[in-house]
């Protein structure tokens, strides 16, 4: 059994009614209006439509999937990106290409409106299939369905992937 002690509190009526903390509020609201109005006269901005801000170095953008060199997937369905995704924005479901023990992805889509934009999935992809390096910003959309990406939208942004299947086998220097 577990003793619980209930301690009251009194407050004041001013203290109960919160007066004091919205005054406060109104008080520091007011300080920083004023301070903008007569004590800055430079203020830097950007005049948005014709100046964009640019995008850092490391800006991820959009996802992309990556092609092999006869123009097919080089995702093989391992499941490892909708696994360690924490935002749960990529479902993919897997086929058998025939005999043989590979797979492929007959269906790979992206909610970027759910997606966190971590990056973990092109950490975790073992063959290289997918990226986050195009640069590109999302675009506005009406309907959410617009923002969920396919195969064939994901793979319209890929391109070619120079990557070795495996690794290179000579990677350490003589």
Not at 88 to 98: L, P, S, Y
Not at 161 to 168: F, L
Request: include cysteine; hydrophobic fraction near 35%; proline fraction near 8%.
């Amino acid at each position: 059994m577990i003793d619980v002690k209930r301690i009251e509190r009194h407050r004041l009526g001013a203290e109960r009614s919160f007066l004091p903390s919205v005054a406060r509020g109104m008080v520091t609201t007011m300080r920083h209006f004023f301070e903008n109005l007569f004590a800055r006269r430079e203020t830097e901005t950007l005049r948005y439509p014709e100046e964009r801000q640019p995008y850092p170095p490391r800006f991820r953008g959009l996802h992309r999937l990556m092609l092999r060199d006869d123009g097919t997937l080089r995702c093989v369905a391992c499941m490892l990106c909708p696994t360690v995704c924490p935002a749960h924005c990529i479902t993919v479901e897997a086929e058998d290409v025939g005999p043989g023990p590979e797979k492929r992805a007959r269906l790979f889509e992206i909610d970027e409106l759910r997606c966190i934009v971590c990056g973990l999935c092109v950490e975790a992809c073992p063959c290289d299939a997918i990226r986050m390096d195009t640069g590109v910003h999302a675009p506005p959309t009406v309907r959410r369905a617009e923002a969920v990406y396919g195969i064939r939208r994901l793979s319209e942004r890929g391109g070619r992937s120079i990557a070795v299947q495996g690794g290179a086998p000579d990677w350490r220097p003589r």
